[in-house]
């Protein structure tokens, strides 16, 4: 079938005169994956990171925990007088 379509045209355009029908969906498909080749003509904007001379930043250590003190093991105190320490005091108004 395909064939025979492209027979009937081509047979059209042997009528009318040697008349050259282009396809720009298909040179917009060519164009386009073909761009993808094609190298980056745009400048940097900083340093070329596979450059090695380029100047970077120095890199320091800085612990995430460091300002972190254990709190165990916590001295051992009597239970009465932790929970004395911490009740509230009665009025002495009265």
Same mark, same amino acid.
């Given at each position: 079938?395909?064939?025979?379509?492209? @027979?009937?045209? &081509? =047979?059209?355009? *042997?009528?009318? /005169?040697?008349?050259?029908?282009?396809?720009?969906?298909?040179l917009a498909l060519a164009a386009l994956a073909l761009?993808?080749?094609?190298?980056?003509?745009?400048?940097?904007?900083?340093?070329?990171? @596979?450059?090695? &001379? =380029?100047?970077? *930043?120095?890199? /320091?250590?800085?612990?995430?925990?460091?300002?972190?003190?254990?709190?165990?093991?916590?001295?051992?105190?009597?239970?009465?007088?932790?929970?004395?320490?911490?009740?509230?005091?009665?009025?002495?108004?009265?």
């Amino acid at each position: 079938m395909l064939t025979l379509s492209g @027979a009937k045209s &081509a =047979a059209a355009s *042997a009528a009318r /005169g040697r008349h050259f029908r282009f396809n720009w969906p298909l040179l917009a498909l060519a164009a386009l994956a073909l761009s993808g080749c094609m190298p980056a003509t745009t400048q940097i904007a900083a340093a070329d990171p @596979a450059d090695p &001379a =380029a100047k970077v *930043a120095p890199v /320091g250590y800085r612990s995430t925990i460091a300002p972190y003190t254990s709190l165990r093991p916590a001295t051992p105190a009597p239970w009465r007088e932790r929970n004395e320490s911490v009740a509230p005091q009665p009025k002495q108004d009265r």
